[in-house]
């Protein structure tokens, strides 16, 4: 079964520091994580996890060329 992502848009502009659109990660129904994307910036926190991991924008397209076409939006 593909990813399922859903997606919380705040401040759509994204216009100041702290402003992000939030992405929740699922598998098979399951939470895997969360994805916040900001002013060019990616934070990864996996689920269970107080801390999240800064992607540069190369990890970033990694991610996403391995997993093409696992995702259903």
Same mark, same amino acid.
């Given at each position: 079964?593909?990813?399922? %992502? ?7 502009? =994204?216009? $100041?520091?702290? &402003?992000?659109?939030?992405?929740? @990660?699922?598998?098979?129904?399951? %939470?895997?994580?969360? =994805?916040? @994307?900001? $002013?060019? &910036? ?10 999240? $991991?800064? =992607?540069?924008? !190369?990890? *970033? *397209?990694? *991610? =996403?060329? $391995?997993?093409?076409? !696992? *995702? &259903? %939006?």
């Amino acid at each position: 079964m593909p990813h399922q %992502v859903t997606s919380h848009m705040y401040n759509f502009t =994204l216009p $100041r520091n702290g &402003s992000a659109m939030q992405m929740t @990660i699922k598998k098979d129904n399951k %939470v895997l994580g969360h =994805l916040s @994307i900001g $002013r060019g &910036s990616f934070w990864w926190r996996d689920k269970g996890d107080k801390n999240s $991991r800064y =992607l540069t924008w !190369e990890e *970033f *397209f990694d *991610f =996403l060329r $391995r997993h093409e076409g !696992e *995702f &259903s %939006v």
